[in-house]
């Protein structure tokens, strides 16, 4: 189950809030016998502060297999028994994440009988009609947020002086557990745009812990004073490409959290026009699955549309040409969805996206409405709900303070993922405004 080595730290590299990157020498290699270096991932909370020519413990399972976001070494401990980090503090708190595994970890839960909050969340039982942005993968937290204040800013206010949305993001645990893995949250939070990450369920890591999604969304409201919730798991995606065997799964159920505490659900689509895999074409069949068969509750699916009536299509490579850190690395524009136009349904076809990106881009998003009509009444329980998705939000995107990756494309290759979370993002300023 576990692949263990033991290597010394070489060299210590970037960190981010509670993760520090580190290159190790792995003497006795990962996967085969030659010594080997590799990039490794520390968590200073629980491992202590690493410095070069320390011994440290890894465990490698992952990376010997080609798994996971990031493709790290994790360390588990140091190598040496006088450089374990001292005792914790003594201090309040007992909820324990991660339970039962060596790494256990004890934290102050937001709602913990020792937290300040307890009282204010002892009988809390309401969101009153709060936004929650449900989304897949973690990847779409960024681009929500991006649409989340794009809207914000063109929105009328009540005065002048009225603040901009608050957003808390809730971390589930379907991905990664450490919310100090994702250099998007260390990103977003250091530029301002989510006021908190709370981690729910076994996730831990955040700036306020919580047993269950439905702590963690009250606590949001109630805690937080959030005005705008986006829920999504954390890095590292989990499938086995059957039909209920995705942690994205999670997704359905987050829907109905949401509802059952009254909150307002807005259903994040994940779409995409340039994965090879049919499945993930267009809207991915895990929204359709999570949405269409796990959610119970109605929501308001929101459905980009980026080539609204009366409007040119998005010059996709006109925008990304002037785009900013939000853009990311990658090859040309719409790279990766395979050579030449797509069958995708009778009668539609996607042409190329190299060669005619702005029209690849809309048949897209037409092969998109179709299939969301599935999700929506009379056919699904839920409320479709069209946002437009052009250029401007697309140049809104690219001003985010954290890069965009999804499935390791960027916005200029695969810019309908985003365009979709983001317009989810713009339905919820919305909502969150009565507008």
């Not at 003497?27 to 010594?35: H, L, R, T």
């Not at 987050?254 to 509802?259: F, L, T």
Request: hydrophobic share 50%.
């Amino acid at each position: 189950m576990i692949t263990w080595r033991s290597g010394i730290v070489e060299q210590v590299g970037r960190s981010w809030p509670g993760a520090q990157e580190l290159t190790v020498v792995v003497a006795d290699g990962v996967s085969g016998p030659d010594p080997v270096t590799v990039r490794a991932l520390a968590y200073p909370a629980l491992v202590g502060d690493l410095r070069a020519g320390d011994a440290v413990l890894l465990n490698v399972s992952a990376l010997a297999r080609g798994l996971g976001t990031g493709g790290y070494a994790l360390v588990v401990a140091p190598g040496s028994p006088d450089r374990l980090p001292a005792d914790p503090p003594a201090g309040p708190g007992h909820l324990v994440k991660a339970r039962y595994t060596p790494l256990q970890a004890m934290v102050l839960g937001v709602d913990d009988q020792e937290s300040p909050h307890h009282e204010v969340l002892r009988d809390a039982d309401d969101l009153a009609g709060l936004p929650v942005v449900v989304a897949d993968l973690h990847s779409a937290l960024p681009a929500v947020v991006a649409g989340i204040r794009y809207a914000d800013a063109l929105l009328p206010r009540a005065g002048s002086g009225a603040a901009p949305l608050r957003v808390a993001y809730v971390m589930t645990d379907g991905g990664a557990l450490p919310a100090w893995f994702s250099m998007a949250v260390a990103g977003l939070r250091e530029a301002g745009w989510i006021e908190a990450c709370l981690t729910a369920g076994q996730a831990f890591g955040g700036d306020h812990e919580a047993v269950t999604l439905h702590t963690a969304l009250l606590a949001a409201r109630h805690v937080v004073g959030a005005d705008v919730v986006v829920v999504a798991q954390g890095p590292g995606n989990l499938g086995t490409g059957t039909r209920w065997g995705f942690s994205g799964v999670a997704a359905g159920e987050a829907v109905n959290a949401a509802a059952v505490l009254g909150g307002r659900p807005v259903a994040s689509l994940r779409v995409s026009g340039a994965d090879a895999r049919a499945r993930h074409l267009g809207v991915s069949h895990h929204s359709l699955t999570a949405y269409g068969r796990v959610a119970l509750a109605p929501a308001d699916v929101v459905v980009p549309v980026f080539d609204p009536a009366g409007g040119e299509p998005v010059d996709v490579a006109g925008v990304a040409g002037g785009l900013g850190p939000g853009v990311g690395a990658g090859a040309r524009l719409g790279a990766g969805a395979g050579a030449g136009a797509v069958e995708e349904q009778p009668g539609l076809r996607v042409p190329d996206p190299e060669e005619h990106p702005a029209a690849h881009l809309a048949a897209v998003g037409r092969r998109v409405a179709q299939q969301a009509l599935a999700l929506g009444a009379p056919a699904g329980r839920h409320r479709l709900v069209d946002v437009p998705a052009g250029a401007d939000l697309l140049t809104a995107l690219g001003s985010s303070p954290v890069r965009l990756s999804t499935m390791g494309r960027g916005l200029g290759q695969d810019p309908a993922a985003f365009l979709a979370a983001a317009a989810a993002g713009v339905h919820a300023a919305r909502l969150a405004r009565g507008v």
